[in-house]
């Protein structure tokens, strides 16, 4: 409006400038020519005519300007009339609109006390305004204190709940713009409703207390939202549980199915299982049940049936269930295919119970709620002698008790009223209580009643007479048994399974010199040990008696030493007894031990003996091997009588002397073997050896005393008895020690007989005589080292071959065997492995 007005303004005085401007031309034109003209010469007439001309000039002036005002006031009046009549209907219409803005604002007004409402306005992070009935807050009759900021305060005056859910909506308006409506209750029982929306980037905010008709609405609306919920958390629970239920219309058709249903007939969905209705039931179990709720009045009528229908592909056993609602019925199947099983099971295993309380020996006797006998086993009939038939009729427990009295089987009692009320107490006791019962026949019973969970007693009655006597009979075996221990001379403990010492003769408390005061306190193995070290302060033996008393996982015996400072030797010996308790004994061996002593040294002083008589005899052969073969290489030399001619005489003693030599030298040759062997320094020289080479070279070293022993040999070798691995000397050697023994024990006429044959992988030489033989005794020892044995023969030797063949087999990874009877000859077999084992080097004993 006022760039309007300027651009008036401007017009306006344009236009009075543009008339004063023609007008001065127009003034100014004729007077500037005369001027110009009168200019040379200046006279009194021109001057006069010149102050005419400035008179015309400044009439025409103001004539210019009178006409410029003119126009300017004329157009000032025309913009100044345009204006006003502008003005004027713009006074018009904001009048107008102020008088509509004042209704509206008076309608706001009457709309908003119209009734009890507040509206709250947030303008960003500012303050909020409040307009309305700020009273709203408080309960009516109250007048307002604290200022209209109580009204913000939802806590103060909302229900807990309600005041929580407003604040969290309140709080995502301000900060998201989130609109919402709430029903409120405030703490006095009022209703409000509350509406939060954005507006003109405003929250705004407007409570107000609902109406009566407004109220029920809001209730009706909120249980109608409660019962939508309990519907569907009902739907979600019928959804949960494992049995299928249904829902039909009036006309029997499936109305609503849950998910069990939906499994059970194996649809696709609920939809599709309603849809097409898929029934659980056959038509004959559904009509039956529609029969069923029909013959009964009533809406609420309920039929339930023990069919049996098809559940996921399998025959089930179900309890239906349908009642009749308004418009319909809903059906529930529960299978008791399980529930039968179990109950079968339960009825097997009560049947089971029975015939195993029957032949039980505890008399057993049950009572229900009216205390009637209702169950018993053979042993209580045959404990109190009473008739099957008295016992079928079911009589009351006081009968039964009064007949047992009649019949003198009872304890006697001075007060027998008494003592039944306190017996059948029982039925009102809470735990089980335990009597004894002393009959007049010398019986002892122990009498358990233990009252049953649904009402009733439950009597076991425990015969304990043998249990007595049997106590009693141990007890005195126990007294005969401490004194009979008391009594011994070797000193004996018994440790509990707590490890403290329950027993100690007086033999123990003797020998270790204990107090008889500790032995009356039953103290631990600790302190008994601690005490007995004083004695015998050896550690490792005691610790060894601490873990066999107190270990209880590895229960085993233990046995050793102790020496006492007195030179006493004891053997201590620990042995588990029952239930966790350990025996301790102790023998004096102090003269055994002794003589043990003494045998030891002996046989110390013996073996040392042995051995100087190896180390002399070993030493004597190599010290004797030298100047023995001098004499053998001499005699040869005499013998040849290259330095000189020999008579028949010197001939005669030159061979005597050979043999001797060649003998000896074949003794210390054998001596020096087993010296090698013990040592562990003789090896074996490997080589292929043929087998009947080898037995033919050991014969002809003896041809000489079969010829004068005449005696026949006997030679079983195969000619394709081949060859094996072996040190050929040594196996030579074996068979002359072998044919040398068997000549030596046969007489002149026996037959010696060598055989070779082969057995697998093994080669088998063997040498038999038939001899005298050996008895048993000398067979065992033929193999020890100077073991000779004549036997009434004139064979003598050191009674070292068998002792050399044995080692030298052994060496060879074989055995020997000895096969020998009186009168029946002797049979030494060798074996041989076939294939080259590893070189034993242990020499045989």
């Known amino acids: 409006m006022w760039v309007d007005r300027a651009v008036q303004i401007r017009v306006c005085v344009g236009a009075l400038l543009v008339g004063a401007s023609g007008a001065s031309a127009l003034a100014a034109g004729p007077g500037a020519t005369t001027q110009a003209t009168a200019a040379p010469g200046t006279t009194s007439l021109g001057t006069t005519w010149a102050t005419d001309v400035i008179q015309h000039t400044h009439n025409a002036a103001g004539l210019a300007i009178l006409i410029g005002l003119t126009v300017f006031a004329t157009i000032l009046s025309l913009l100044h009339m345009r204006e006003r009549s502008r003005w004027t209907r713009r006074e018009g219409d904001l009048a107008s609109e102020l008088a509509r803005l004042h209704g509206s604002h008076d309608l706001a007004e009457l709309l908003l006390n119209a009734e009890r409402q507040v509206i709250v306005t947030w303008a960003g992070r500012g303050d909020p305004v409040i307009e309305g009935d700020v009273t709203l807050a408080l309960p009516e009759g109250r007048s307002l204190a604290g200022g209209s900021e109580r009204i913000l305060a939802f806590s103060t005056w909302l229900a807990a709940s309600d005041a929580g859910a407003l604040d969290a909506a309140v709080l995502a308006l301000r900060e998201r713009g989130t609109g919402f409506r709430l029903s409120l209750r405030a703490q006095d029982g009022r209703y409000m409703e509350a509406h939060g929306q954005a507006l003109a980037g405003r929250a705004l905010l407007r409570l107000r207390e609902t109406s009566e008709e407004r109220r029920q609405l809001n209730e009706l609306r909120h249980r109608l939202d409660e019962a939508k919920r309990g519907l569907s958390a009902l739907s979600n629970l019928l959804d949960a549980i494992p049995q299928p239920v249904w829902q039909r219309d009036q006309d029997g058709a499936l109305a609503w199915v849950n998910t069990a249903y939906v499994a059970a007939v194996e649809a696709p969905s609920r939809e599709g299982a309603v849809v097409a209705g898929i029934e659980l039931l056959d038509r004959q179990a559904r009509e039956m049940i529609a029969r069923h709720d029909g013959a009964r009045p009533g809406s609420g009528a309920r039929g339930a049936f023990r069919l049996s229908a098809v559940v996921a592909g399998g025959r089930r056993n179900l309890d239906v269930t349908e009642s009749v609602i308004e418009g ?125 969970p649904q009402g009733g007693l439950t009597y076991l009655f425990d015969d304990v007479s043998e249990s007595v006597k049997l106590e009693s009979r141990y007890n005195a075996l126990m007294r005969v048994q401490a004194e009979t221990l008391d009594t011994l001379k070797e000193p004996v403990a018994v440790f509990g399974a707590d490890g403290r010492l329950t027993f100690a003769n007086r033999a123990f408390a003797t020998a270790w010199r204990l107090d008889a005061a500790m032995l009356v306190e039953r103290p631990r193995v600790d302190a008994v040990i601690a005490a007995c070290r004083i004695l015998s302060p050896d550690e490792e033996p005691w610790l060894d008696i601490r873990a066999a008393v107190t270990d209880l ?42 003589v043990e002593r003494a045998l030891t040294e002996k046989n110390d002083a013996l073996e040392r003996a042995s051995l100087l008589r190896d180390t002399f005899v070993h030493h004597v052969s190599y010290e004797l091997r030298s100047p023995l073969t001098n004499i053998i290489g001499f005699t040869q030399l005499l013998g040849d009588e290259t330095v000189g001619a020999l008579n028949d005489r010197q001939r005669e003693y030159s061979d005597h002397i050979m043999r001797s030599s060649g003998a000896l030298l074949v003794m210390i040759n054998d001596i020096l073997d087993l010296a090698s062997i013990d040592a562990g320094s003789l090896e074996l020289s490997r080589e292929v050896v043929d087998v009947r080479a080898t037995v033919e070279a050991a014969v002809r070293g003896l041809e000489d005393r079969f010829a004068e022993s005449a005696i026949t040999l006997d030679l079983a070798v ?54 005298r033989g050996m008895p048993v005794d000398v067979a065992a020892r033929v193999f020890d080292r100077f073991e000779s044995h004549t036997l009434g023969t004139r064979h003598r030797g050191v009674g070292l071959g068998l002792s050399i063949v044995r080692s030298f087999v052994e060496l060879h990874g074989g055995r020997v065997a000895l096969d020998s009877a009186p009168g029946a000859g002797t049979r030494v077999t060798c074996t041989f492995p076939v294939t080259d084992p590893l070189a034993h080097r242990a020499a045989a004993e």
């Open 328 to 452: 319909g019925r809903v059906g529930i199947a529960v299978d008791v295919s399980e529930l039968e099983s179990v109950r079968a099971d339960l009825q097997r295993q009560m049947d089971a119970n029975v015939r195993t309380l029957d032949q039980l020996p505890t008399a057993v006797a049950m009572f229900d709620a009216r205390q009637r006998l209702i169950f018993h086993n053979a042993a209580y009939r045959h404990l109190w002698g009473l008739d099957q038939s008295f016992l079928e009729q079911r009589p009351l427990d006081g009968e039964i008790l009064d007949h047992l009295r009649a019949s003198r089987k009872l304890p006697e009692q001075a007060d027998f009223k008494s003592w039944k009320s306190d017996v059948l107490a029982a039925y009102r006791a809470v735990e089980a209580n335990e009597t004894w019962w002393y009959l007049p026949d010398g019986r002892s019973l122990r009498v358990v009643a233990d009252p049953n």
């Open 553 to 594: 996982e590895t229960r085993a015996g233990l046995t050793c030493r102790l020496e006492i400072v007195d030179g006493t030797v004891l053997d201590c010996a620990t042995q588990p007894l029952p239930e966790g308790a350990t025996l301790l004994t102790l023998i004096d061996v102090t003269a055994s031990v002794n």
């Open 718 to 771: 195969p000619d394709d008895i081949g060859s094996f691995v072996a040190d050929g000397k040594r196996v030579r050697q074996i068979l002359f020690n072998l044919l040398s023994n068997a000549v030596g024990f046969s007489a002149p006429g026996q037959t010696v007989r060598v055989e070779a044959r082969r057995e697998g992988d093994e080669l088998v030489l063997s040498v038999a005589d038939h001899g």
